[in-house]
């Protein structure tokens, strides 16, 4: 077990932010029996990387560990980890940064597809809690103020 005072570096330090996509099964309903939560990280000094370097390496370590951490045992429901290999992602919501991304899919134990129901979206709830308390957003990154950062926001509003 991880502390979760390491997570929060973890989260900090490759700036860690998080989507929910639903899952949909294949076939004539196309039904949403589940979410995947895919976590995305970046090299947070800024510069440019490849997809094959020992950086994405380690910042995909970086978000296989958050997962393991955050992503628990439950007996109603499977989540499944996967990871699309060396491959970098930009989005406009996070200002085209470069990130590698690590994806978990929350399904029924049982029943692939069956539709979405409570333990399904109560574990989801319980993910995002999770990830926020560790200072991960969902869609783009926001950084966390120190303690004197947030004294002189608080004497800037004041004036």
């Known amino acids: 077990m991880i ?19 639903p899952e949909i099964c294949a076939g004539p309903n196309h ?10 990280g970046t090299n947070a000094g800024g510069c440019d990387f490849q997809p094959s370097s020992l950086e994405c390496a380690r910042i995909l370590g970086a978000l296989e560990t958050i997962a393991g ?9 499977m989540a499944e980890s996967f990871s699309d290999g060396h491959t970098l992602r930009y989005s406009p919501a996070r200002g085209n ?5 690590f994806a978990v899919k929350i399904l029924h134990r049982h029943g692939y597809d069956s539709p979405v129901d409570e333990a399904e979206r ?17 869609h783009y990154w926001r950084r966390t103020l120190n303690h004197s950062e947030k004294a002189i926001a608080n004497l800037r509003e004041a004036a």
């Open 97 to 101: 940064r470069p990130d590698v991304t």
């Open 122 to 138: 109560a574990y989801l709830e319980s993910v995002k809690k999770r990830l926020c308390a560790l200072g991960a957003y969902e």
């Open 31 to 40: 039904n949403q029996v589940g979410y995947e939560i895919e976590l995305l």
């Open 69 to 77: 951490q955050v992503f628990e045992t439950n007996q109603d429901v």
């Open 3 to 21: 502390a979760d005072s390491d997570l929060a570096k973890l989260v900090q330090r490759y700036q860690v932010c998080w989507e929910v996509w």
